[in-house]
């Protein structure tokens, strides 16, 4: 199998320490509906772990859930709940809709707030290792002590300072002695959730929480790191430097990203209120068609979701479907997934086959596609 490793800005083999594939996948931050974005992120992992599976290999998945950060408290506070249950919720949706959609398990799917000890473990060794100091109540991660920094987004300086800003960094914040310097360890405003810690009651900063998940699921080092492409930086440029600072090790082997879903010709997002909820699409359309739909663009490229799209994998669906029961184009699927996880050849090649007469259930299972 070759995959394309973000830090390299190549497509090179994809080579796991052992015969057991450690993954770990940024998961959801629970305080909305499922929308298509998060469906396609998830769904190329789900592809990616269905292959290695069908060559031979174990899978262990983590996909974490973000249960405390600035989105979620923001959220409750405007809606005037406790944040735990609005988390609740939300990834009671949530598993709703990849059941649906038929994701396999995840090999666990931890929670922020269950790991408070391992991130004050965590920071801990960081600020030993010299890479973090004390300032303002808060412990700060030292960028210009990780030579690295940068490495994964490669990025210029003047736009991470952009997109720092935009995720939420204060980068004006008189305590940093570089703006670009993040949280590891903060104190907590009125009224948020706080744990006791040797810098003083507070709460973890945002890309701890990952650190601490992965190396407490995973061990120090995993074969595969993935998430959305707009979590390069600073989210995974963050993570991987604090998590290399408190272990002394390389900490991810390949980085994967998947490309930003757009619709009405803007990337979705919540601030243009133009989302497509999982949880709404499919009172309307079969999940599998739904599914079919998102595997059809290639994972890594940015593209347009439509109701013109899902009506053709619906009646993509119906085709195969027809078919019957068979191995047709499995082959076919598996040479196009382990060239980049290539779901728009596999798809070609289950038609080509399907029009031909042939039946195609085991290719369309190897994507997740069942009936």
Known sequence: ?????????????????????????????????????????FLAYDV?????????????????????DDDILDRA??????????????????????EALGLLDAHSEPRATSAISEVRALIGRV????????????VYFDVSSAHDFGSLSQLPREEMLVLAAEAGGPIDDPSKRDPLDFVLWQASAPGEPEWSSPWGAGRPG????CSALALRELGSEIDLHGGGADLVFPHHECENVQSEAATGRPF??????????????QKMSKSLGNLQFVSELRKRHDPMALRLAILTPHYRSAWEWSEELVTEASERLERWRAAGQ??????????????????????????????????????????????
């Open 1 to 41: 199998m070759r995959l394309y490793e973000t830090r390299q800005r190549q497509i090179v083999p994809f080579e796991p320490a052992g015969p057991t594939v450690r993954m770990y996948t940024c998961g959801i931050t629970p305080y909305d509906a499922t929308h298509i974005g998060h469906a396609a992120t």
């Open 48 to 68: 990616l772990q269905r292959r290695l599976r069908d060559s031979g290999r174990d899978t262990w998945c983590v996909r974490n859930v973000t249960d405390v």
């Open 77 to 98: 506070r405007s809606l005037g709940v406790h944040y735990l249950d609005l988390a609740a919720a939300a990834l009671s949706t949530f598993e709703d809709d990849m």
């Open 127 to 138: 600020l030993e290792s010299g890479h973090a100091y004390r300032a303002g109540g808060n």
């Open 206 to 209: 945002w890309h701890v929480e």
């Open 252 to 265: 991810v082997r390949h980085w994967v990203h998947s490309g930003a879903v757009h619709h009405g010709g």
């Open 326 to 371: 068979g191995d047709g184009a499995l082959d076919e699927t598996r040479q196009a997934l382990d060239d980049d996880l290539d779901t728009p050849r596999a798809v070609a090649a289950i038609d080509a086959v399907c029009s031909r007469g042939g039946s195609v259930s085991s290719a369309a299972e190897l994507l997740g596609v069942v009936w």
